[in-house]
C-alpha cells in the first residue's frame, strides 16, 4: 500500500462543494501567520520535470462535498521564486516549524473556524536538545530571508530588463531617439555583472552546474541542504559559511539598490525629456 502522507493530517467536511475559496492558514502561538494556503491553483513557474519520481509538495488544498484531508507538511511559507531558476532538488522552501502549539485557521467566504495543533519532537529520540533545534531553526529562517532578498533583486533585474528591450522595436527607427536607447543598453549592461553574482544565469537544467560554477542563489540552496541534515545546533562552519554567504548577498544588494535608486531614476528622467509618447507610431517611410 502506499505510505501515509508526512506533516500534520488536516480533516474537514464540507456538506456541499464550497463557492468560495476556501483558506487554510497556519498561526503560532502568537497569532503570527505562517503558511497560508487555498483551494485555488496558483499559477507558478515549475522547474521542467528531469526527475519523474520527484515528489512535489501539494499547495491548493482539496475543497470538495464531503471528506476532505489535506497533509501540511510542517514547513514555513516558500520564498518568493525566480521564474525559469533550475535547482538540483526541490529548491529553496520554508524551513520546519518548530515543536510548540498552533492553530489551524479555515476560512471559506465569511465564515471560519479555528482547531489547536501541536508538534512535537519524534518521543522515540531521546537526544535532542529543543535549545539546538530552536538555533537551528533561527538560521534556516535566516537563509530563507537571503533567500527572498535574493529573489526579489533577480526578479526585478530581469523585469527592468524586459522593459528596456522593448523601447528598441518601438523607437530603433527614429534617429532623434538614439541616445535614448544607447542610455538603455547602458543601464542593461551595468545590470549584468549584479544579476550574474546572484544566479548562475547559465542554468538550463538541474545539472548546470557541473559545466558552470554555482553563483549565491545555487550556494544558499546547497547552504540550506546541508542546514537540514539532522536536528541539532548549527556548527561553528555553518555560522561562518553564512556570515559569507551573507556578506556576498549584501554587496550585491547595495549595488543593485544604487542602480534602482540612482541608475534607474535618471533614466526615466531622460525618457520624460525626450518627450516620448506612451503610445507611439514611428515615423513614415519614404514610400
Known amino acids: 500500500g502506499d505510505d501515509p502522507p508526512l506533516g500534520a493530517i488536516i480533516d474537514y467536511y464540507f456538506k456541499t462543494a464550497p463557492k ?84 489551524v485557521k479555515m476560512t ?81 549592461k551595468k545590470m549584468n555583472p549584479v544579476e550574474e553574482e546572484l544566479i548562475q544565469v547559465n542554468m538550463k537544467g538541474s545539472e548546470a552546474n557541473l559545466a558552470f560554477p554555482d553563483m549565491l542563489n545555487e550556494l544558499f540552496d546547497s547552504f540550506t541542504s546541508s542546514l537540514e541534515a539532522g536536528d541539532g545546533a548549527p556548527t561553528q562552519q555553518q555560522y561562518e559559511v553564512f556570515k559569507m554567504l551573507r556578506g556576498r548577498l549584501d554587496q550585491q544588494l547595495a549595488a543593485w539598490k544604487q542602480i534602482s535608486s540612482s541608475d534607474v531614476p535618471a533614466f526615466n528622467e531622460l525618457i520624460k525629456k525626450s518627450d516620448v509618447p506612451a503610445l507611439y507610431l514611428a515615423p513614415a517611410g519614404n514610400e
Open 20 to 103: 468560495d475559496e476556501v483558506k487554510l492558514e497556519i498561526l503560532d502561538s502568537n497569532g503570527k501567520l505562517l503558511r497560508s494556503l487555498s483551494s485555488r491553483e496558483k499559477k507558478e513557474f515549475e522547474q521542467p520535470p528531469e526527475w519523474p519520481d520527484q515528489v512535489k509538495e501539494v499547495t491548493t488544498i482539496p475543497a470538495g462535498a464531503g471528506m476532505n484531508r489535506y497533509a501540511w507538511n510542517l514547513r514555513w511559507e516558500t520564498p518568493v521564486k525566480i521564474p525559469g531558476a533550475f535547482y538540483t532538488g526541490t529548491g529553496p522552501r520554508g524551513p520546519v516549524a518548530l515543536p510548540g502549539k498552533y492553530t
Open 108 to 188: 471559506v467566504g465569511n465564515q471560519n473556524q479555528m482547531q489547536p495543533l501541536e508538534i512535537v519532537i519524534d518521543p522515540r529520540v531521546k537526544t535532542i536538545d529543543p535549545a539546538d533545534v530552536e538555533k537551528q531553526f533561527a538560521l534556516q529562517m535566516q537563509v530563507r530571508d537571503a533567500n527572498a532578498e535574493l529573489h526579489r533583486a533577480v526578479n526585478q533585474i530581469r523585469e527592468l530588463r524586459v522593459a528596456l528591450k522593448a523601447l528598441h522595436p518601438r523607437f530603433e527607427s527614429d534617429s532623434k531617439l538614439k541616445p535614448l536607447l544607447e542610455q538603455a543598453d547602458a543601464l542593461d
